[in-house]
């Protein structure tokens, strides 16, 4: 399955697909603190390889989700996009997603980071019912901040101490996308 996306940076587009095998050890890298970055290592916990989840089709579920990220025409993959959900309420309609990413490093600072989290909003907006999608980012995630903002995401404000990691609690910057908001429409 591909979502391409619509907008572009001048020399390369990006666009989400569904894991294969040959995408492990890419996917493994971002697992990887040197690969994911600071602001995506969790410990132990993110150190599990993704090979048999790839392989058994289970990586992404109806509540839970992987997408890959890659260049198009290369066709290499430059990172992932995941979401999780939250409920703002205890019924089904107050059920919103939560987005990450991570980037290669050598694949940073080019752009592409925006697109792509604006695209797992639009899949997920095109394929649930989900009225928000949200990604919060480390107040010291500036380059986050920038490339969610870039996309269209609305900067609501901060979650204290909302993170454990690296041994101690972080605050978060909450962005949103609403299904109604401009740039959400494919
Ligand atoms: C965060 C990430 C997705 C951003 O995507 P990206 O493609 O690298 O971002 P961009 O190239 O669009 O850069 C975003 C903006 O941040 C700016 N920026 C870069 N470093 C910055 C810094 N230290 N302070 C402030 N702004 C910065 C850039 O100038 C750019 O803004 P501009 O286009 O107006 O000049 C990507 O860098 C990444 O995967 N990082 C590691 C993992 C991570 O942090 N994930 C998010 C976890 S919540």
Do not use: Y
């Not at 996009?81 to 997603?97: A, D, F, K, L, Q």
């Amino acid at each position: 399955v591909i979502f391409p996306v619509a907008q572009s940076s001048p020399m390369s587009e990006v666009r989400l697909r569904d894991a294969r095998p040959a995408d492990v050890p890419a996917l493994d890298r971002l697992l990887t603190p040197a690969g994911g970055g600071e602001f995506n290592d969790f410990g132990e916990r993110r150190k599990r390889s993704v090979a048999e989840p790839v392989a058994s089709g289970t990586i992404s579920s109806p509540d839970r989700g992987l997408l890959v990220v890659e260049l198009v025409p290369e066709r290499r993959v430059i990172g992932m996009v995941t979401w999780n959900p939250v409920m703002h309420g205890p019924n089904p309609e107050s059920r919103c997603w939560n987005v990450g990413i991570a980037l290669l490093p050598e694949d940073r600072g080019r752009g592409w980071g925006g697109p792509a989290q604006l695209a797992v909003a639009r899949h997920l907006f095109a394929n649930t019912d989900a009225n928000r999608v949200e990604a919060s980012a480390d107040v010291d995630n500036a380059r986050e901040h920038r490339a969610l903002e870039k996309a269209g995401f609305a900067r609501e404000g901060v979650l204290r101490g909302a993170q454990f990691r690296g041994g101690r609690w972080r605050d978060l910057v909450l962005f949103s996308l609403l299904r109604t908001d401009p740039a959400a429409e494919p």
